[in-house]
């Protein structure tokens, strides 16, 4: 027993430190040289003020700003320690009532607009903390967002448009709108 117990507990020890503390600081190491914002959280910094993160959404209410996707977490909105979906079935009663609600708050925020509601603006991401939406999400929120905040509608498009990302590598995912690098930019327009 001795003969097998012994190189056992050896062989557990170096791969525990092996897969426990080598591997994680070697990896932490090559992200923070290669890719330094990403390893440090993808921290948006203004004026000396983190402001946010471009992988983590945020609740944006102010009708002069763009909304975001809705956030499935609890107890409060793009909670990162709580990430998921709310994992509510399309026959679900509830998910029907919650979509019905954000179209109504949407069309009570902006009476006139008869378009569509992209669906991206009333249902929630799978991981509940989705920090874009979709091109046509933000262009059906510009002529809001241009009335309240007496900015032409052409630069408010044309900021959209500024802020949108193709799919990655061309393929994978579809064109998408950072909602965070996109009021930053809104906020830093010369107001009229």
């Given at each position: 027993m001795k003969n097998i117990l012994r190189p056992a507990l050896v062989l557990f020890v170096l791969l525990s430190a092996l897969t426990g503390i080598v591997y994680p600081l070697a990896v932490t190491g090559?992200?923070?040289?290669?890719?330094?914002?990403?390893?440090?959280?993808?921290?948006?910094?203004?004026?000396?003020?983190?402001?946010?993160?471009?992988?983590?959404?945020?609740?944006?209410?102010?009708?002069?700003?763009?909304?975001?996707?809705?956030?499935?977490?609890?107890?409060m909105p793009y909670n990162g320690g709580a990430s998921g979906g709310a994992n509510q079935g399309p026959l679900n009663p509830a998910l029907a009532d919650?979509?019905?609600?954000?179209?109504?708050?949407?069309?009570?925020?902006?009476?006139?607009?008869?378009?569509?509601?992209?669906?991206?603006?009333?249902?929630?991401?799978?991981?509940?903390?989705?920090?874009?939406?979709?091109?046509?999400?933000?262009?059906?929120?510009?002529?809001?967002?241009?009335?309240?905040?007496?900015?032409?509608?052409?630069?408010?498009?044309n900021l959209i448009d500024h802020h949108t990302d193709a799919p990655l590598w061309g393929l994978l995912g579809g064109a998408r709108v950072n909602v965070l690098a996109l009021n930053l930019a809104l906020d830093a327009q010369p107001s009229p």
């Amino acid at each position: 027993m001795k003969n097998i117990l012994r190189p056992a507990l050896v062989l557990f020890v170096l791969l525990s430190a092996l897969t426990g503390i080598v591997y994680p600081l070697a990896v932490t190491g090559v992200a923070q040289a290669v890719f330094p914002a990403q390893a440090a959280g993808s921290l948006v910094v203004r004026d000396g003020m983190t402001v946010g993160s471009t992988l983590i959404g945020q609740n944006f209410s102010d009708p002069k700003h763009f909304w975001g996707r809705p956030s499935a977490t609890a107890p409060m909105p793009y909670n990162g320690g709580a990430s998921g979906g709310a994992n509510q079935g399309p026959l679900n009663p509830a998910l029907a009532d919650a979509v019905k609600s954000r179209i109504e708050a949407l069309r009570a925020a902006d009476p006139g607009n008869t378009v569509p509601v992209p669906v991206d603006l009333v249902t929630t991401s799978a991981s509940g903390l989705d920090p874009d939406i979709s091109p046509a999400a933000a262009h059906y929120q510009a002529a809001r967002v241009a009335r309240l905040r007496n900015l032409p509608i052409g630069q408010v498009e044309n900021l959209i448009d500024h802020h949108t990302d193709a799919p990655l590598w061309g393929l994978l995912g579809g064109a998408r709108v950072n909602v965070l690098a996109l009021n930053l930019a809104l906020d830093a327009q010369p107001s009229p």
